[in-house]
């Protein structure tokens, strides 16, 4: 199956060229080693360097999904500043320190004990774009029916990331084929294994659109920044308070999050004693939410004393990667590079203490606040004898007034119109609650919460929101740890799962949302295991309906279902129970798939994978179809391998265990075998196996004929035939 | 998957090896018994009736028929099983939903199966290549299927 591999990743040894050898450098190199040096960088500091503690944790790729957002919105000076230090802006700057807040954050749960987190996350934003994501509406939105849900449906949360998702993921895995072609082979097994799925799953996550149904995006807090250099710096920061409460941002955001205000001093021009005295008058107006924070605004080159390389963001949201992708590109062949690649390691540790002191002492205390408050203020009310008592009464007569009077806004909240609550109503509100509750990991809160609100959604028959809250119910009860028992599999996450996916695809065509859900569900079975494992097969089954084209996410949710039936391993020595045999499967159609695209190394690992399961199976169909895949592939049975590698002598690798899946078939295919380079151009794409099958000829007349006309081995019955 | 039902019989051994395959069409609505597969779906119809494999070895405990009825499905297509004493599987791949017929069609397989086991030359696993067993499975596919 798998090579016994201890080259060293590709990614870290990517990482240490670039390191070692900047931008200007590898551009002259070009001209004469081809483009895969220039690839080579260029992927270094993006996403093919999968941090390795992540790529082996599923959960945390899942944690850092769901963060709390906060907008950033600073004074022009202060990019200025940034700017003369080579780099884009202040929100470029800050950003990738977002995504792992310095040491240790402790965080209360309703229980009021206290949480500590190593590894916890915030994710900025633009403040101009929370407030560009607007749904259109179209103006016929009407009420009740589902074509005026449909017509207030946000842009982004169609599929319209999708595409881009899967083109970044094949602009990625090209340049690891490429660098498996130019003999870096032996690494095939770092790039193939589960890196690839959970880049996917990572840029799927990344960028949630603003959405009305739930409030993962919506920020919990504005990073207001001004620089010593400004003017009149107290006017400057209302006025950045007013202009960013007045933005266009969509009616359904609450606009009471947290205002943090930062001062950046400018290190290298301004005094430092003028700075800390407006930083005081600051404190005075503006409370305690206040940050002093000291860059240097000169720029840093490599052979500067304390200079770190620019950090860079792990969460970018596919199209933004791919247009920097592409930017780089350019920027190879014309010379004008301006953005810098490095800073002050003071600059980089000051932005730090700043994030950390942002979110531990302002951030996570106001989520607290607000979420214990909603809770008592709330979800308490509405949970009590009395709050039924109201709801069933209001929800009565919302009844009988929605028959005489035709405004049913009388009976809900709900506001058809636009599909959404408003922010301060009680159901938004709790909504919020949850998610809140679920961003700082308190799971088990945010599914009772999740799980009231449902049922008031579906009161108010708004289908969105209770998708989102089916949703999420299912994620945090999968988070919380507990047993699934097969009730809770049948009643809970088979129903909620059945009924969000059919809202998102049938009433919102929300592609995206549906696929999120559910791949999202399925590594959270899939990590529980056993017969939960088998049941994220089956909803990953379901995932690939929602994306017919093949495609390099359907490829690789494929794969991931073998990977989900391969976690299920069988009882006692005959492996009773196992699903060995559909991962195989899936792993095999997966190849065809990658076969398709033209991943060929992709391929050879997933028939690497599947290849102990059929290599001696006596079925004529799937033993033709597999010699056409590996034919196609370019696979190289591991019995070739290690005659290769006796030949030439540098054979550490494939060693002997791995020796005995292949043998059988290989003695009577000795013929047909393909060369390990040559391949690559005998290029096969059309699935029709090979011209020696009849196109007419039946299942069983084949089956006569077959030991005469077909290569099968006929070791064990075929002597006592004849 | 064709137009018109077709179905894709395989008996398979304890070693997860066919023993036998047919592939027949279906003769109800006018049919002509003649099986509709696509070239690319042979090899599925092997695959899904190999995988379906994973599914029975855990029904097979939990009930008391040798019919399994309908044991696993992927994408349109079912798949329904008898299980023999002796652990061979007959194995139908079908597109279409119908419980009674196929459990009819099994028990002539069965007892067909069971008299080609009399046979002295016969042993358990061992490929049927039997002419006559060949004639008799189709006519019992345009029986009941």
Redesign the interface.
């Known amino acids: 199956m798998a090579l016994p591999l201890d080259a060293p990743p590709r990614a870290r040894s990517a990482m240490s060229t670039s390191k070692a050898s900047p931008m200007y450098n590898l551009r002259s190199s070009i001209a004469s080693t081809g483009s895969t040096t220039s690839l080579t960088s260029l992927f270094a500091g993006t996403g093919a360097s999968l941090p390795r503690d992540i790529v082996d944790d599923i959960k945390s790729v899942i944690h850092h999904a769901f963060v709390p957002h906060i907008a950033v919105h600073v004074a022009e000076d202060v990019n200025e500043i940034v700017r003369e230090k080579g780099l884009p802006d202040f929100y470029q700057l800050i950003r990738p320190y977002g995504e792992k807040v310095q040491g240790r954050i402790t965080a209360r749960d309703s229980q009021g004990s206290s949480v500590p987190f190593e590894d916890f996350a915030v994710r900025f934003v633009r403040m101009t774009d929370v407030a560009t994501q607007k749904p259109n509406r179209n103006g016929n939105a009407k009420n009740g029916d589902w074509g005026g849900a449909n017509a207030s449906m946000p842009e982004a949360m169609n599929s319209e990331e999708l595409p881009l998702v899967d083109e970044l993921l094949d602009l990625h895995l090209s340049h690891a084929e490429e660098l498996i072609d130019t003999n870096l082979t032996t690494e095939t097994e770092h790039h193939t294994g589960q890196a690839y799925y959970l880049l996917y799953l990572r840029k799927l996550l990344s960028g949630f659109p603003v959405t009305s149904h739930e409030t993962f995006a919506h920020p919990v807090a504005c990073l207001i920044a001004i620089s010593s250099r400004n003017p009149s710096p107290i006017d400057t920061l209302r006025q950045l308070y007013k202009s960013g409460a007045e933005m266009d941002v969509p009616n359904y955001v609450n606009k009471e999050y947290l205002r943090y205000y930062v001062l950046v001093h400018d290190e290298d021009k301004d005094d430092i004693l003028k700075s800390t005295a407006l930083f005081e008058q600051m404190k005075r107006h503006f409370g305690l939410h206040c940050h002093l924070i000291r860059l240097r605004s000169s720029m840093c080159i490599v052979s500067d004393e304390d200079s770190v390389a620019v950090a860079k963001s792990q969460w970018l949201p596919a199209s933004e990667e791919l247009a920097e992708l592409h930017s780089h590109q350019a920027e190879e062949e014309i010379d004008g590079d301006i953005t810098s690649r490095f800073m002050h390691g003071s600059d980089e540790s000051a932005i730090k203490t700043m994030i950390r002191e942002m979110v531990a002492q302002s951030v996570i205390p106001f989520m607290e606040r607000n979420i214990a408050s909603w809770n008592d203020q709330i979800l308490s009310r509405r949970k009590g004898i009395g709050g039924r008592v109201l709801s069933f009464s209001r929800r009565f007569l919302g009844a009988s007034a929605t028959r005489s009077a035709t405004n049913s806004a009388t009976a809900s909240n709900f506001d058809a119109a636009t599909n959404s609550y408003e922010p301060m109503t009680p159901e938004a509100q709790m909504r919020k609650l949850a998610d809140w509750a679920f961003m700082l990991r308190d799971w088990k809160l945010a599914y009772d919460v999740y799980n009231t609100i449902r049922t008031d959604f579906n009161n108010d028959k708004a289908w969105l929101h209770v998708a989102g809250a089916q949703e999420m119910t299912i994620i945090s009860l999968l988070l919380t740890g507990q047993p699934i028992t097969p009730k809770i599999r049948a009643d809970t996450i088979d129903v909620y799962l059945d009924a969000a996916c059919y809202s998102y695809v049938t009433r919102f065509r929300a592609f995206y949302a549906a696929l999120r859900c559910l791949l999202v569900t399925v590594e959270l079975l899939r990590l529980a295991g056993g017969s939960s494992a088998e049941l994220a097969a089956k909803w990953g089954i379901k995932a690939l309906d929602l994306n017919i084209k093949p495609t390099v996410g359907r490829a690789l949710i494929s794969q991931r279902i073998g990977d989900c ?1 391969a976690v299920r391993q ?1 009882a006692g020595s ?1 492996g ?7 991962a ?2 899936w792993h ?1 159609l997966a190849a065809e798939t990658w076969i398709r695209l033209g991943k060929f190394a992709q391929a050879r690992h997933c028939i690497d994978v599947a290849m102990p399961k059929y290599s001696s ?6 033993r ?2 597999l010699d056409q895949l590996k034919l196609d592939s370019g696979h190289v049975s591991l019995l070739d391998l290690k005659i290769d590698t006796n030949v030439s002598g540098n054979g550490e690798k494939a060693g002997g265990v791995d020796g005995e899946e292949g043998e059988e078939e290989e003695d009577d295919h000795e013929a047909d075998k393909p060369k390990f380079d040559g391949k690559r151009k005998s290029i096969l794409i059309p ?3 090979n011209g020696d ?1 009849p ?1 007419t000829m ?3 007349a084949g ?2 004929d077959a030991p005469s006309t077909s290569p099968k081995p006929r070791k064990k ?1 075929g002597p ?2 004849y | 998957m064709a137009s018109s039902t077709s179905y ?1 019989f395989v008996i398979i051994g304890t070693k ?3 023993l ?4 027949f069409g279906t003769f109800k609505q006018g049919g002509d018994g003649i ?1 509709k597969f696509r ?2 779906q ?2 599925m ?4 009736a ?2 379906s ?2 599914c029975i ?2 029904l097979q ?1 939990a009930s008391k028929e040798m019919y399994l009825k309908t044991v696993d499905k992927f994408n349109n297509t079912w798949v329904s099983c008898f299980l023999t004493g002796g652990n061979i599987k007959f194995l139908l791949v079908h597109d279409t939903r119908s419980d009674e017929p196929i459990r009819q069609f099994f028990a002539d397989v069965y007892d067909l199966y069971c008299k080609t086991l009399m046979n002295p030359f016969y ?1 358990v ?3 049927i ?1 039997s002419q006559s067993f ?1 004639q008799k499975i189709k006519a019992a596919a345009k029986k009941y299927l």
């Open positions: 039936y069988g005959g009773w129970g196992g699903r060995r045999r559909k195989a499967l095999i199976t006596e079925f004529v169909y799937i033709r179809f699935q029709t196996p099958a196109g039946t299942m069983d089956y006569d019955e006592s035939n | 894709y997860d090896n066919p036998y395959e047919a592939e099986p070239e690319e042979r090899h119809n092997q695959f899904i190999h995988s494999l994973d070895e855990d405990w042993e696993n061992m490929a290549r060949d």
